[in-house]
């Protein structure tokens, strides 16, 4: 059982070009959840996503764009690298119902570096 | 955004010691969760609290909710060196789309 997964694990880009980070999970979570973390930030919510086809923004979304076309998928793209972008970015999912449906559970995290 | 209160940043403890932690937030929570986080990975939930006043045990680690729902608690006992890392709290009030609000963690180092 693979839970969630993220790839790239580390990304060193340059100012202006795109990036995609993938995020997969395999417990048919409904919602999924990208976050940033920076020291003196904490975690910071980015976008997250209620269903397939169904996003919204989070705290910090600008210079972020993500879709999900399929449950257990939730990539997102920087579409235009900033030197600000440079973050551990996590992905997270949750339940929908149920007693537990407010625990997070995390990725282990792609370190992106912007030059 | 909100922010919930843990303090200090930093705590160094001797191996074997006990360790408590807190997080305080301006509004009530109807859901806490700890969190660790290893240098390199993800946050791992340690343990979730559903009721104001409830104690729940995981191992070593102990954590409770406040009875304000305000705050939250987390003890660790005979503290060992794998105990390093960052411990966070997050609250939510639960609901649909429902998110949680983090606190910023506690550095944990732990000396043999």
């Known amino acids: 059982d693979a839970g969630i997964t993220q790839s790239p694990r580390y990304k060193i880009t340059e100012t202006g070009r795109q990036v995609t980070l993938m995020c997969h999970q395999t417990w048919s979570h409904s919602y999924m959840f990208w976050y940033r973390q920076d020291l003196g930030h904490g975690l910071r919510l980015i976008y997250y996503?209620?269903?397939?086809?169904?996003?919204d923004k989070g705290e910090v979304p600008d210079g972020y764009v993500v879709s999900r076309s399929k449950t257990e998928n939730f990539p997102l793209t920087l579409e235009s690298a900033t030197r600000s972008q440079t973050s551990v970015y996590f992905c997270?999912?949750?339940?929908?119902?149920?007693?537990?449906?407010?625990?997070?559970?995390f990725g282990p995290g792609t370190r992106l570096t912007v030059l | 955004g909100q922010q919930l209160n843990q303090s200090p940043q930093s705590m160094f403890i001797q191996e074997g010691e006990d360790v408590s932690m807190n997080c305080t937030s301006s509004s009530i929570f109807n859901t806490w969760l700890w969190y660790k986080q290893d240098p390199g990975e993800g946050p791992v939930l340690l343990i979730a609290l559903y009721k104001a006043g409830e104690l729940t045990s995981n191992g070593r680690l102990t954590a409770q909710f406040g009875i304000t729902r305000k705050d939250s608690f987390l003890n660790i006992s005979a503290s060992i060196p794998s105990d390093v890392g960052i411990y966070f709290c997050a609250g939510t009030l639960g609901g649909a789309n429902s998110k949680l609000t983090f606190g910023k963690g506690i550095t944990l180092s732990v000396r043999p």
């Open positions: 996503s209620a269903a397939a086809d169904i996003t």
């Open positions: 997270a999912s949750r339940e929908s119902g149920g007693r537990s449906y407010n625990e997070q559970f």
